[in-house]
């Protein structure tokens, strides 16, 4: 894979670089300004995914326009521990499938302590 071109304009706090929004006009993700400049329009329903990593990166050749759940799916695989620095491990991950259809996982550790400092909503009756 080639070397990524990080965005050398203003950025969003969250990393990713920022297009737009002079006089008057729309502020836009810069990897999504690119891809439409070079390929064309984004369909409704699809984003652009990253597949470097680098949010700042606007090498057309490190995109790939995908569905939002496969996007969700490749970012939850390349995380190993959740939020909380628990790992992802077979013993500790539980997985359920959200609403959207996407399968989402859970660390096991965390829920069991959510439920420790929570015990009045551990009860399925409330009367």
Do not use: F
Not at 50 to 70: G, P
Request: proline share 4%; glycine share 10%; charged share 25%.
């Amino acid at each position: 894979m080639s070397k990524c071109q990080p965005w050398k304009g203003a950025m969003w706090p969250n990393g990713y670089g920022k297009y737009g929004g002079g006089h008057g006009g729309k502020t836009r993700l810069a990897h999504r300004h690119v891809w439409e400049r070079l390929k064309g329009s984004i369909p409704e329903g699809l984003t652009i995914d990253h597949l470097c990593s680098n949010k700042a990166c606007v090498n057309i050749e490190h995109l790939e326009m995908v569905t939002l759940a496969e996007n969700i799916r490749r970012r939850h695989r390349k995380r190993t521990h959740c939020v909380r620095g628990h790992e992802y491990n077979k013993a500790n991950t539980s997985y359920y499938q959200h609403p959207d259809g996407y399968i989402n996982r859970q660390c096991k550790l965390c829920k069991m302590e959510w439920h420790s400092a929570n015990p009045r909503r551990n009860t399925k009756c409330r009367s």
